[in-house]
């Protein structure tokens, strides 16, 4: 099985994602560092991607995440996914079932978040741009929206308990 944490910039992937991996006992993937140096340049300038920038991040994850639950059985990714295609091409390059926990946050959690990191090539100004391509997971996806704003301990305990009693993606 494959956990793929969504959501926009700011939203809690990478925190959520490694708390889940450890508690499963499995690698956990940081989606950023899938994506090109061009990619990231463009970001950092503070340009949005476009599907054409997305694609060959979202295959080299896709791969990675597929054989790394190859290697393990089970592995945890952080990746924005803000599309149902963007998912649809993860659950296709992912030999094994695969669940989307989409982080929701108010915007102005996301700012708050946003402008306290100083490491992140992700400038806070592409927030708009991420929440206006954000498509919420469809009832017919395998998938399952949180509050953020939990605290991490039980965020993490409800989205086990949400993973251990879900159907998976074929």
């Given amino acids: 099985m494959a956990v793929i944490v969504m959501g926009v910039s700011g939203s809690g992937k990478s925190t959520l994602g490694a708390a889940l991996a450890t508690a499963i006992d499995c690698p956990f993937l940081e989606g950023d560092a899938y994506h090109d140096a061009a ?10 991607l476009c599907d054409e920038d997305r694609w060959p991040w979202l295959d080299r994850l896709g791969a990675a995440v597929s054989a790394t639950v190859g290697e393990h059985g089970v592995a945890v990714a952080a990746c924005s996914a803000l599309r ?10 992912i030999a094994a079932p695969v669940r989307f926990v989409l982080l929701d946050n108010s915007r102005e959690e996301l700012e708050r978040r946003l402008a306290g990191r100083t490491r992140h090539y992700m400038p806070p100004s592409l927030l708009d741009s991420q929440l206006a391509t954000l498509e919420r997971p469809a009832p017919d996806e395998p998938a399952m929206a949180f509050d953020a704003s939990a605290p991490l301990d039980r965020l993490s305990a409800e989205t086990l308990a949400w993973l251990r009693t879900s159907p998976p993606s074929s």
């Fill in 39 to 48: 990619a990231v340049a463009k970001m950092r300038s503070g340009e949005p």
């Fill in 84 to 93: 149902r295609r963007y998912r649809e091409r993860l659950i296709a390059a």
